[in-house]
């Protein structure tokens, strides 16, 4: 009987993202799709738009191509670049009031996943007139909201096609999240163009949020033969083109190959949901102020050891699509192979084994977060008792050996 009512409530949210699927925005692709995009802006209507993006981004001019295309096709641009990682919710409604004063009548988020859920948050707490915390859950966002398109810099989140975005609490040191339709945009581009600046920790970390993104919503007990097809395109994808695009990050067809795989985990996922990797890192990254994609792929390795009794067909598969292991191999090792790959790329990328900063003092409370966020919401292929989670938790902290080696 352990967990019937998290399943319920699971399968019960299952069947309203069937009742109400979520919107695909229109997707340019290729390098000056930017361009293309604002262009649609224009053809669109739009008299204004207010530009969101971060301080970084604006003053290395990564934004600046983008900028002038909307000026030269005679749209006012705003710019709100206050954005900061893990956006707070002083963050957001800072944002509102810039969207209020400049009157634009639409809204196009530039950079990673922090400007992209910023602006969706903003939208949302336009539309409602209300702090993005009374937004927390799900399809609480009255509309009209204000006309929303999105161009990411990082190939990670697949923020740009999710209903989703995560707000950060620092006073509680949380994050929540606010999942309606209305936030997906209307249109997006992938230009791998505007990524090939990015350092090479910074495309590690987000590659591997998209990798997570790609084998949660795999391994999801609400996956469809169409979510399982994005995931395990990205997932091949990602394996195969991340590294090259770590290595040499002018290779543009290797960010062309990640950019297109996140948006496809983004798909999979804003439709079978995550599970374990994210209800723990986000704790992780709330409490410690790390990167989320950093602690995702950390996370990622221990929780698939979990998985492996419960998960390990699913796993082998993801194996043989990403050609692992030998011809004749069952599933079991292909399972573990796949795990072993996934510590191979970590190690490739210079991604630490563990995350030291975790205090022992905070693995309970990191635990029960964990599962007050997972519990009910996501989909996982094998519950976890208290005991698990703790060992999980203490063995990305890097003060137990991980399960396989344990064994």
Do not use: W
């Amino acid at each position: 009987m352990d967990n019937v009512f998290a399943k319920v409530r699971v399968r019960a949210l299952g069947l309203a993202a069937r009742l109400l699927p979520a919107p695909t925005p229109f997707i340019y692709t290729g390098p000056r799709s930017s361009i293309e995009l604002a262009r649609l802006i224009a053809d669109r209507g739009a008299g204004s738009v207010l530009v969101v993006t971060d301080a970084v981004l604006l003053k290395l001019e990564v934004v600046t191509p983008v900028l002038r295309a909307l000026e030269e096709l005679g749209l006012r641009v705003h710019v709100f670049s206050d954005v900061e990682p893990d956006p707070t919710i002083a963050v957001v409604m800072a944002g509102v009031a810039r969207l209020k004063e400049s009157g634009a009548d639409a809204v196009l988020a530039v950079g990673g996943g922090s400007p992209i859920d910023a602006a969706k948050a903003m939208i949302g707490c336009h539309a409602n007139g209300c702090r993005p915390d009374a937004l927390d859950g799900y399809f609480k966002v009255r509309g009209p909201v204000t006309p929303f398109f999105a161009i990411p810099t990082t190939a990670g989140t697949g923020s740009e096609v999710t209903i989703a975005s995560v707000v950060s609490d620092p006073v509680a040191k949380r994050k929540f999240a606010i999942a309606d339709n209305k936030l997906v945009p209307v249109a997006v581009a992938l230009d791998p163009t505007l990524m090939v600046g990015l350092p090479p920790a910074v495309t590690a970390a987000t590659g591997m949020d998209a990798l997570t993104h790609a084998v949660e919503s795999y391994l999801s007990t609400l996956a469809t033969a169409a979510t399982r097809g994005f995931s395990l395109a990205a997932t091949r994808a990602i394996i195969r083109d991340l590294p090259r695009a770590f290595d040499d990050g002018q290779n543009l067809e290797a960010r062309q190959s990640v950019a297109i795989a996140s948006c496809q985990a983004g798909l999979a996922f804003t439709r079978a949901s995550l599970g374990y990797v994210h209800a723990i890192s986000h704790q992780v990254g709330a409490i410690y102020h790390l990167p989320h994609g950093l602690v995702n792929a950390v996370v990622l390795p221990h929780v698939l050891d979990f998985y492996l009794d419960a998960a390990g067909g699913r796993i082998a598969e993801l194996a043989r699509a990403c050609r692992l292991g030998n011809a004749g191999d069952s599933d079991a090792l292909l399972a573990r192979a796949f795990v072993a790959e996934v510590r191979r790329l970590n190690a490739h990328m210079n991604i630490p084994r563990s995350i030291e900063q975790i205090s022992p003092g905070d693995v309970v409370s990191i635990m029960d977060r964990a599962f007050a966020e997972a519990h009910g919401t996501y989909p996982v292929p094998k519950y976890m008792t208290r005991a698990d989670c703790l060992a999980v938790v203490d063995r990305v902290a890097g003060r137990l050996p991980p399960a396989l080696d344990a064994s």
